[in-house]
Protein backbone atom coordinates (compact mmCIF):
# COMPACT_ATOMS: atom_id res chain seq x y z
CA UNK A 1 0.00 0.00 0.00
CA UNK A 2 1.07 3.54 -0.28
CA UNK A 3 1.14 6.55 2.08
CA UNK A 4 -1.46 6.78 4.66
CA UNK A 5 -4.38 9.03 2.89
CA UNK A 6 -7.27 10.65 4.48
CA UNK A 7 -11.03 9.57 4.00
CA UNK A 8 -13.58 12.00 3.87
CA UNK A 9 -17.30 10.45 3.57
CA UNK A 10 -20.27 12.70 3.26
CA UNK A 11 -23.83 12.55 4.64
CA UNK A 12 -26.19 14.71 3.28
CA UNK A 13 -29.11 14.04 5.50
CA UNK A 14 -30.57 16.78 7.95
CA UNK A 15 -33.58 17.92 9.94
CA UNK A 16 -33.60 21.51 8.54
CA UNK A 17 -31.44 22.97 6.14
CA UNK A 18 -29.31 26.15 7.97
CA UNK A 19 -30.01 29.28 6.29
CA UNK A 20 -26.22 29.90 5.45
CA UNK A 21 -25.87 26.27 4.04
CA UNK A 22 -24.70 26.21 0.53
CA UNK A 23 -23.68 22.11 0.69
CA UNK A 24 -25.60 19.42 -0.46
CA UNK A 25 -28.03 18.16 2.20
CA UNK A 26 -31.55 17.02 2.04
CA UNK A 27 -33.95 17.60 4.91
CA UNK A 28 -36.32 15.85 3.57
CA UNK A 29 -35.09 12.32 2.57
CA UNK A 30 -34.16 10.92 5.67
CA UNK A 31 -35.97 7.56 4.80
CA UNK A 32 -33.33 7.25 2.09
CA UNK A 33 -30.50 7.38 5.22
CA UNK A 34 -30.25 2.98 4.88
CA UNK A 35 -30.46 3.13 1.12
CA UNK A 36 -27.18 5.67 1.10
CA UNK A 37 -25.22 3.38 3.96
CA UNK A 38 -25.80 0.59 1.86
CA UNK A 39 -24.20 2.87 -1.21
CA UNK A 40 -21.54 3.79 0.69
CA UNK A 41 -20.64 0.88 1.29
CA UNK A 42 -20.78 -0.40 -2.66
CA UNK A 43 -18.44 2.62 -3.21
CA UNK A 44 -15.92 1.97 -1.39
CA UNK A 45 -15.34 -1.20 -3.15
CA UNK A 46 -14.48 0.64 -6.34
CA UNK A 47 -11.24 2.31 -4.43
CA UNK A 48 -8.18 -0.13 -3.96
CA UNK A 49 -7.21 -0.71 -0.51
CA UNK A 50 -6.15 2.11 1.23
CA UNK A 51 -4.40 2.35 4.80
CA UNK A 52 -6.16 5.91 5.91
CA UNK A 53 -4.48 7.71 8.96
CA UNK A 54 -7.28 10.21 8.88
CA UNK A 55 -11.13 9.83 8.41
CA UNK A 56 -14.04 13.15 8.42
CA UNK A 57 -17.16 12.22 8.35
CA UNK A 58 -19.40 15.66 7.31
CA UNK A 59 -22.59 16.96 6.04
CA UNK A 60 -25.10 17.98 6.19
CA UNK A 61 -25.85 16.45 9.93
CA UNK A 62 -23.27 13.00 10.23
CA UNK A 63 -24.75 12.86 13.81
CA UNK A 64 -28.58 12.28 12.71
CA UNK A 65 -27.93 8.66 12.27
CA UNK A 66 -28.55 6.27 14.88
CA UNK A 67 -25.91 4.36 17.30
CA UNK A 68 -26.38 1.53 15.05
CA UNK A 69 -26.11 3.37 11.60
CA UNK A 70 -22.82 4.70 12.87
CA UNK A 71 -21.93 1.49 14.00
CA UNK A 72 -22.39 0.04 10.58
CA UNK A 73 -21.03 3.25 8.72
CA UNK A 74 -17.36 2.21 11.03
CA UNK A 75 -17.63 -1.34 10.17
CA UNK A 76 -17.96 -0.92 6.78
CA UNK A 77 -14.91 1.67 6.60
CA UNK A 78 -12.76 -1.01 8.46
CA UNK A 79 -13.93 -3.49 5.89
CA UNK A 80 -13.16 -1.73 2.93
CA UNK A 81 -9.67 0.13 4.42
CA UNK A 82 -7.01 -0.35 6.46
CA UNK A 83 -7.53 2.24 9.68
CA UNK A 84 -4.62 2.52 11.34
CA UNK A 85 -3.28 2.91 15.32
CA UNK A 86 -4.00 6.30 16.45
CA UNK A 87 -5.63 7.52 12.98
CA UNK A 88 -7.90 11.28 13.90
CA UNK A 89 -11.81 9.85 13.04
CA UNK A 90 -13.77 13.43 13.48
CA UNK A 91 -17.40 13.62 13.04
CA UNK A 92 -19.46 16.89 12.99
CA UNK A 93 -22.07 17.12 15.21
CA UNK A 94 -25.48 19.12 15.90
CA UNK A 95 -25.95 20.27 19.55
CA UNK A 96 -29.60 18.96 19.37
CA UNK A 97 -28.25 14.99 18.94
CA UNK A 98 -25.62 15.74 21.80
CA UNK A 99 -26.94 13.22 24.29
CA UNK A 100 -24.85 10.98 26.92
CA UNK A 101 -25.83 7.32 25.50
CA UNK A 102 -25.79 8.51 21.44
CA UNK A 103 -22.16 9.81 22.27
CA UNK A 104 -20.76 7.26 24.41
CA UNK A 105 -21.82 4.12 21.53
CA UNK A 106 -20.07 6.88 19.01
CA UNK A 107 -16.91 6.76 20.96
CA UNK A 108 -17.22 2.71 20.93
CA UNK A 109 -16.75 3.04 17.52
CA UNK A 110 -13.90 4.71 17.31
CA UNK A 111 -14.87 7.93 16.57
CA UNK A 112 -12.23 10.06 18.60
CA UNK A 113 -13.36 13.49 17.92
CA UNK A 114 -16.35 15.57 17.21
CA UNK A 115 -17.13 19.13 15.62
CA UNK A 116 -19.88 21.09 16.97
CA UNK A 117 -21.48 23.64 14.76
CA UNK A 118 -22.26 26.24 17.59
CA UNK A 119 -22.09 29.03 15.37
CA UNK A 120 -23.40 32.06 17.88
CA UNK A 121 -23.74 31.69 21.90
CA UNK A 122 -27.23 33.90 21.76
CA UNK A 123 -30.21 32.47 20.46
CA UNK A 124 -31.52 35.06 18.69
CA UNK A 125 -28.80 34.51 16.29
CA UNK A 126 -29.35 30.81 16.17
CA UNK A 127 -32.81 31.58 15.49
CA UNK A 128 -32.20 33.67 12.23
CA UNK A 129 -29.58 31.31 11.07
CA UNK A 130 -32.07 28.36 11.47
CA UNK A 131 -30.30 26.27 14.10
CA UNK A 132 -32.24 23.65 15.69
CA UNK A 133 -30.96 24.15 19.41
CA UNK A 134 -30.22 27.23 21.55
CA UNK A 135 -27.20 28.00 23.91
CA UNK A 136 -28.14 25.61 26.69
CA UNK A 137 -28.60 22.66 24.49
CA UNK A 138 -25.10 22.99 23.21
CA UNK A 139 -23.59 23.18 26.74
CA UNK A 140 -25.52 20.21 27.50
CA UNK A 141 -24.13 18.54 24.39
CA UNK A 142 -20.50 19.73 24.95
CA UNK A 143 -20.80 18.29 28.68
CA UNK A 144 -22.26 14.87 27.34
CA UNK A 145 -19.10 14.68 25.05
CA UNK A 146 -16.70 15.01 27.46
CA UNK A 147 -18.46 12.54 29.64
CA UNK A 148 -18.22 10.05 26.67
CA UNK A 149 -14.64 10.47 26.86
CA UNK A 150 -14.16 12.90 23.96
CA UNK A 151 -10.68 14.61 24.65
CA UNK A 152 -10.44 16.14 21.38
CA UNK A 153 -13.69 18.97 20.55
CA UNK A 154 -13.75 21.61 17.62
CA UNK A 155 -16.55 24.06 17.72
CA UNK A 156 -17.42 26.30 14.69
CA UNK A 157 -18.22 29.56 14.82
CA UNK A 158 -19.58 32.31 12.72
CA UNK A 159 -19.05 36.10 12.65
CA UNK A 160 -20.73 38.66 10.58
CA UNK A 161 -23.80 37.89 10.93
CA UNK A 162 -27.39 39.64 10.21
CA UNK A 163 -27.35 42.20 13.19
CA UNK A 164 -24.38 40.77 15.34
CA UNK A 165 -22.19 43.39 16.85
CA UNK A 166 -18.98 43.36 18.36
CA UNK A 167 -20.73 42.44 22.12
CA UNK A 168 -21.92 39.76 20.62
CA UNK A 169 -19.19 38.47 18.98
CA UNK A 170 -16.99 39.41 21.99
CA UNK A 171 -19.50 37.56 24.61
CA UNK A 172 -19.31 33.97 22.32
CA UNK A 173 -15.55 33.92 22.15
CA UNK A 174 -15.68 34.52 26.11
CA UNK A 175 -18.41 32.39 26.86
CA UNK A 176 -16.65 29.65 23.90
CA UNK A 177 -13.49 29.84 25.38
CA UNK A 178 -14.49 29.30 28.82
CA UNK A 179 -15.34 25.59 27.92
CA UNK A 180 -12.22 25.26 26.55
CA UNK A 181 -12.21 23.34 23.52
CA UNK A 182 -9.06 21.83 21.93
CA UNK A 183 -10.06 23.64 18.53
CA UNK A 184 -11.65 26.35 17.12
CA UNK A 185 -12.99 27.18 13.63
CA UNK A 186 -14.47 30.71 13.39
CA UNK A 187 -15.45 31.68 9.35
CA UNK A 188 -16.95 35.25 7.89
CA UNK A 189 -20.17 34.73 6.61
CA UNK A 190 -19.70 34.39 3.16
CA UNK A 191 -22.93 35.31 0.90
CA UNK A 192 -21.11 34.76 -2.23
CA UNK A 193 -22.29 31.13 -2.51
CA UNK A 194 -26.13 30.64 -2.82
CA UNK A 195 -28.02 29.99 0.37
CA UNK A 196 -31.11 31.49 2.19
CA UNK A 197 -29.58 34.26 3.17
CA UNK A 198 -27.53 34.93 0.16
CA UNK A 199 -30.83 35.67 -1.43
CA UNK A 200 -32.03 38.73 1.02
CA UNK A 201 -28.67 40.53 -0.42
CA UNK A 202 -27.97 41.98 2.91
CA UNK A 203 -23.73 42.04 2.00
CA UNK A 204 -21.91 41.47 5.77
CA UNK A 205 -19.92 44.70 6.73
CA UNK A 206 -15.93 44.08 5.81
CA UNK A 207 -15.04 46.60 8.35
CA UNK A 208 -17.09 45.13 11.39
CA UNK A 209 -15.63 41.53 10.05
CA UNK A 210 -12.19 42.66 10.15
CA UNK A 211 -12.68 43.68 13.40
CA UNK A 212 -14.20 40.60 14.36
CA UNK A 213 -11.27 38.84 13.09
CA UNK A 214 -8.57 40.93 14.90
CA UNK A 215 -10.75 40.34 18.29
CA UNK A 216 -10.45 36.64 17.68
CA UNK A 217 -6.93 36.79 16.70
CA UNK A 218 -6.16 38.66 20.05
CA UNK A 219 -8.52 36.39 22.16
CA UNK A 220 -7.33 33.15 21.21
CA UNK A 221 -3.91 33.99 21.33
CA UNK A 222 -4.15 34.93 24.87
CA UNK A 223 -5.26 31.45 25.50
CA UNK A 224 -2.46 29.95 24.38
CA UNK A 225 -4.42 29.14 21.16
CA UNK A 226 -2.17 28.39 17.79
CA UNK A 227 -3.99 30.13 15.04
CA UNK A 228 -2.48 27.82 12.18
CA UNK A 229 -4.96 28.54 9.38
CA UNK A 230 -6.86 31.51 7.91
CA UNK A 231 -9.79 30.24 10.22
CA UNK A 232 -8.39 27.54 12.33
CA UNK A 233 -7.42 27.89 15.47
CA UNK A 234 -5.96 24.75 18.18
CA UNK A 235 -4.03 24.34 21.32
CA UNK A 236 -0.83 22.52 20.81
CA UNK A 237 -1.12 18.96 19.05
CA UNK A 238 -4.84 19.49 18.39
CA UNK A 239 -4.43 20.60 14.52
CA UNK A 240 -7.15 18.87 12.53
CA UNK A 241 -4.95 16.54 10.65
CA UNK A 242 -7.33 15.44 8.15
CA UNK A 243 -7.61 19.22 6.99
CA UNK A 244 -4.08 19.78 7.02
CA UNK A 245 -4.26 17.33 4.37
CA UNK A 246 -6.28 19.65 2.17
CA UNK A 247 -4.70 22.69 2.74
CA UNK A 248 -1.19 20.96 2.04
CA UNK A 249 -2.78 19.17 -1.11
CA UNK A 250 -1.69 15.75 -0.10
CA UNK A 251 -4.38 13.05 -1.83
CA UNK A 252 -7.56 12.11 -0.31
CA UNK A 253 -10.39 9.72 -0.68
CA UNK A 254 -14.00 11.38 -1.03
CA UNK A 255 -16.75 8.84 -0.58
CA UNK A 256 -20.39 10.09 -0.79
CA UNK A 257 -22.53 12.07 -2.73
CA UNK A 258 -21.34 15.69 -3.98
CA UNK A 259 -17.87 13.70 -2.42
CA UNK A 260 -14.33 15.10 -4.16
CA UNK A 261 -11.39 13.63 -4.09
CA UNK A 262 -8.05 13.95 -5.11
CA UNK A 263 -5.12 11.97 -6.50
CA UNK A 264 -2.38 14.17 -6.47
CA UNK A 265 -2.54 14.94 -10.14
CA UNK A 266 -6.60 14.37 -11.15
CA UNK A 267 -9.66 15.74 -8.66
CA UNK A 268 -13.26 14.05 -9.33
CA UNK A 269 -16.13 15.04 -8.03
CA UNK A 270 -19.44 12.67 -7.41
CA UNK A 271 -22.91 13.54 -8.44
CA UNK A 272 -24.74 16.16 -6.19
CA UNK A 273 -28.22 14.65 -6.69
CA UNK A 274 -29.44 12.00 -4.34
CA UNK A 275 -31.08 9.66 -7.10
CA UNK A 276 -28.73 10.34 -9.45
CA UNK A 277 -25.73 8.89 -6.37
CA UNK A 278 -27.81 6.10 -5.79
CA UNK A 279 -28.75 5.09 -9.53
CA UNK A 280 -24.91 5.20 -10.42
CA UNK A 281 -23.70 3.28 -7.22
CA UNK A 282 -26.68 0.55 -7.99
CA UNK A 283 -25.75 -0.33 -11.70
CA UNK A 284 -21.73 -0.85 -10.22
CA UNK A 285 -20.71 2.53 -11.76
CA UNK A 286 -18.33 4.87 -9.68
CA UNK A 287 -21.00 7.99 -9.31
CA UNK A 288 -18.27 10.79 -10.25
CA UNK A 289 -19.60 13.55 -12.03
CA UNK A 290 -16.55 15.76 -12.99
CA UNK A 291 -13.20 15.12 -13.37
CA UNK A 292 -10.13 17.03 -14.63
CA UNK A 293 -6.78 16.49 -14.96
CA UNK A 294 -4.92 19.62 -13.83
CA UNK A 295 -2.02 21.15 -15.57
CA UNK A 296 1.04 21.86 -14.01
CA UNK A 297 0.48 25.39 -13.40
CA UNK A 298 -3.27 24.77 -12.19
CA UNK A 299 -1.49 21.99 -9.84
CA UNK A 300 1.25 24.17 -8.33
CA UNK A 301 -1.39 26.97 -8.22
CA UNK A 302 -3.44 24.92 -6.36
CA UNK A 303 -0.78 24.11 -4.14
CA UNK A 304 0.28 27.61 -3.84
CA UNK A 305 -3.30 28.75 -2.97
CA UNK A 306 -3.88 26.25 -0.29
CA UNK A 307 -0.79 26.73 1.28
CA UNK A 308 -1.09 30.02 1.83
CA UNK A 309 -3.90 29.62 4.18
CA UNK A 310 -1.79 28.22 6.72
CA UNK A 311 0.33 30.07 9.15
CA UNK A 312 3.88 27.59 7.95
CA UNK A 313 2.99 29.38 4.43
CA UNK A 314 3.00 26.98 0.93
CA UNK A 315 6.95 25.65 -0.34
CA UNK A 316 8.55 27.97 -3.54
CA UNK A 317 10.20 25.57 -5.75
CA UNK A 318 11.26 26.73 -9.04
CA UNK A 319 7.39 25.81 -10.31
CA UNK A 320 6.40 28.27 -8.22
CA UNK A 321 8.83 31.31 -8.92
CA UNK A 322 8.31 30.27 -12.70
CA UNK A 323 4.23 30.92 -12.70
CA UNK A 324 3.45 32.86 -9.28
CA UNK A 325 6.82 34.45 -8.82
CA UNK A 326 5.75 37.90 -9.80
CA UNK A 327 2.60 37.50 -7.60
CA UNK A 328 4.53 36.58 -4.42
CA UNK A 329 6.90 39.32 -5.26
CA UNK A 330 3.65 42.03 -5.58
CA UNK A 331 2.31 40.57 -2.21
CA UNK A 332 5.84 40.86 -0.58
CA UNK A 333 6.07 44.50 -1.24
CA UNK A 334 2.59 45.36 -0.65
CA UNK A 335 3.71 44.44 2.94
CA UNK A 336 0.75 41.42 3.45
CA UNK A 337 3.91 38.25 2.87
CA UNK A 338 7.05 37.11 3.82
CA UNK A 339 9.45 34.48 2.38
CA UNK A 340 11.36 32.48 4.73
CA UNK A 341 15.52 33.34 5.09
CA UNK A 342 15.61 30.68 2.28
CA UNK A 343 13.44 31.46 0.19
CA UNK A 344 11.85 28.62 0.38
CA UNK A 345 8.62 29.17 1.82
CA UNK A 346 6.02 32.17 1.52
CA UNK A 347 3.84 33.18 3.79
CA UNK A 348 0.84 35.76 4.67
CA UNK A 349 0.51 37.34 7.55
CA UNK A 350 -2.51 38.38 9.25
CA UNK A 351 -3.15 41.24 6.90
CA UNK A 352 -2.64 39.24 3.94
CA UNK A 353 -5.23 36.97 5.62
CA UNK A 354 -7.57 39.36 5.69
CA UNK A 355 -7.33 40.34 1.95
CA UNK A 356 -6.93 36.73 1.15
CA UNK A 357 -9.77 36.13 -1.50
CA UNK A 358 -8.08 38.76 -3.29
CA UNK A 359 -4.79 37.05 -3.17
CA UNK A 360 -5.85 33.60 -4.21
CA UNK A 361 -8.25 35.21 -6.97
CA UNK A 362 -4.85 36.53 -8.62
CA UNK A 363 -3.73 33.31 -8.87
CA UNK A 364 -5.97 31.00 -9.89
CA UNK A 365 -6.88 34.03 -12.39
Known sequence: MNKARGLYIHIPFCRMKCRFCHFATFPGLREKIPDYLSALEKEMRFHEPSRLNTVFLGGGTPSILSPRQILRLMGSIHRHFT????AEISMEWN????NLPKLKATRETGVNRVSFGLQAVQDSHLRSLGRLH????????FGNARRAGFGNINIDLMF?????????????LDKVLALSPEHLSAYALDL?????????KTAPDDELQADMYEILNAKLAGEGYIHYEISNFAKPGHECRHNLKYWRNEPCLGIGLSAAGYDGATRAKNHGRMEAYLTQVGQKKQPVMEKSTLSERDR???GLMLGLRLKEGAYVTPETSKFFGD???????LGLL?????????ALNLNGWMVSNRIFLDILN
Open 83 to 86: VEKG
Open 95 to 98: PEDG
Open 134 to 141: DFKKFTEA
Open 160 to 172: GLPGQTLADWTET
Open 192 to 200: DEPSALSFQ
Open 300 to 302: IGE
Open 327 to 333: ILEKYRD
Open 338 to 346: SFSADSSRA
